[in-house]
Nanobody, 126 residues
Framework: QVQLVESGGGLVQAGGSLRLSCTASGRSLSAYAMGWFRQAPGKEREFVAAISWSGANILYTDSVKGRFTISRDNAGNTVYLQMNSLKPEDTAVYYC???????????????????WGQGTQVTVSS
């Protein structure tokens, strides 16, 4: 069983930056594909970014390319999402997710991930 805990969310002005962390307990994440998703009020959950176990394969949704960076520290059992040039439309609850079967080929579909954190709120003011 993998337990995921996100942190680093908060309130920031447009143009600012935040770094989200997702730390795992219960099992090493080193073989897992990891993803970040977000859900804004009244909207469906959407894919943000994903990274393979080695970090060699990385995916982003188009709206965050060039602004967000996903990375991982397998020794520290942590995945990060560096968010720069934040916009009000980035406001959402951000979730991290993990999946073993997709280890080297992370996906964009939330249903493909087996483990989820509780989420951290990111609010970007205009």
């Amino acid at each position: 069983q993998v337990q995921l805990v996100e942190s680093g969310g908060g309130l920031v002005q447009a143009g600012g930056s935040l770094r989200l962390s997702c730390t795992a307990s219960g099992r090493s994440l080193s073989a897992y594909a990891m993803g970040w998703f977000r859900q804004a009020p009244g909207k469906e959950r959407e894919f943000v970014a994903a990274i393979s176990w080695s970090g060699a394969n990385i995916l982003y949704t188009d709206s965050v390319k060039g602004r967000f960076t996903i990375s991982r520290d397998n020794a520290g059992n942590t995945v990060y999402l560096q968010m720069n040039s934040l916009k009000p439309e980035d406001t959402a609850v951000y979730y991290c997710a993990a999946d073993y079967d997709m280890g080297s080929r992370p996906g964009r579909r939330g249903n493909d991930y087996d483990y989820w954190g509780q989420g951290t709120q990111v609010t970007v003011s205009s």
